[in-house]
């Protein structure tokens, strides 16, 4: 009978976890939107009774005339009056203007360099006048035209062939996919300076985000990592996840500020001073809410966010917030009685496997400092968005025109993309950063933050 009611009770908790896998989705676990069933809109954003849209005062985007227009047609009144007056022979008493915003027509403009030999007519030296940096074939595409083949290509993910049609379509040139590969890779080769200053600038930022995603390499799963604050932008390729890619980023092992991350393992035996995302936390305590029956997640979900709005607004009190660090000890122990350790498996080596609530509730004991630093530091913000706004670029490339065909090939797109992000934040034109990559003089951000 004992025999029997053990086995009920491991089909049943095998059955809850089948139950609970089946449930998760990117609003109860770290699951990615992408892999979500039919969409249901929850948010952890608490309502404030405002309409949704724009709000009162906001700026606004309409198109707005212009002073300065850089053509003037003028439309005269001609023909005749109903009257029967001629409509020329009366002066124009006002004038309406309307403008018409548009694009001029797009063709190449070929610049033609002749350079001056001259000899010498006492040592027969033949000299010739120097062209500029960027000619250096008889015949090419200029700076503008290669800045466009990148642009498309790592700023919005456009791959090497639609990249060419696009330019053919736009201008009448058209780039064969190996001119535009050598485009990134002599960006690439421009920007180590940049990328050089913007590891040591992120080196001395006070608080720094950090993250991870996929990032397949001609088939093979290797990842792309994230490293970033609200002004500057790292991104690293690499075929490992864990600790040999930190390394190589060369950014984090000599990090000592503070990190915000996603509590994976490899970042916790780096020398920063961590701090865990919030909304990973209340996604997790969600799941084990509503698909587990857990109690206590549901309560601690919902102290958590309740502190965290009342921090944000200012009304969080010094005797509110040592009430609910109480609280949230309370509610730790309550999941661990609620989720007591399984037993070592005979005959197999290691440890047992825990419940999701069990380990949630032993992270959330372990490493309680980082998961409540945003309490105690108004630097540290609730979760790590900053991060995983800046992944979410990655992602869109992913889906849009895959991996890649190399490793070379993926750790100059994330060269470049760190360019091209760190200059979006400062908001500095990537478009003339670009063409100045490609004419020999980099447009640099600012690192003196």
Known sequence: MRELEAQV??????????????????????????????????????????????????????????AHPDHTVHLSVTGHCTCGQVWDDIPVDTQVTRQVHDLPAWQLQITEYRADVKICPGCHHRQRAPFPTHVTGQVQYGPRVHALTVYLNVAHFVPLERTSEILRALCGARPSDGTIALNLNLAADRLQDFESHLRTALT???????????????????????????QLTFYGQHARRGRAALEDMKILPNYTGILVHDAWSSYFKLPAQHALCGAHLLRELRGLAEHHGQVWAGALREALRTVYHELKAGTLSPEARTAFERRFDELLEEGLLANPAAPPVPGRRGRAKQSHGRNLALR??????AVLLFLHDRRVPFDNNQAERDVRSWCVKRKVSGGFRSAE??????????????????????WEGLVSVFTGDVLMPNFNL
């Open 204 to 230: 001395e930022q006070p608080v720094l985000h950090a993250d991870e995603t996929g990032s397949p390499v001609n088939g093979k799963l290797q990842w792309m990592h994230v490293v970033s604050c609200a």
């Open 409 to 430: 090939g993926g750790q100059n797109f994330a060269r470049i993309r760190s360019y091209i992000s760190t200059l979006q934040k400062q908001g500095l034109s990537v």
């Open 364 to 369: 959330c004991q372990q490493h309680r400092a």
């Open 9 to 66: 009770a491991v089909l049943l908790k095998r059955l809850q976890e089948l139950e609970g896998r089946q449930a998760k989705n990117s609003h109860t676990s770290n699951q990615p939107p992408s892999q979500d069933k039919p969409w249901q809109p929850k948010s952890e954003r608490q309502k404030t009774g405002r309409s949704s849209g724009a709000q009162p005062d906001h700026p606004g985007n309409t198109l707005k005339m212009s």
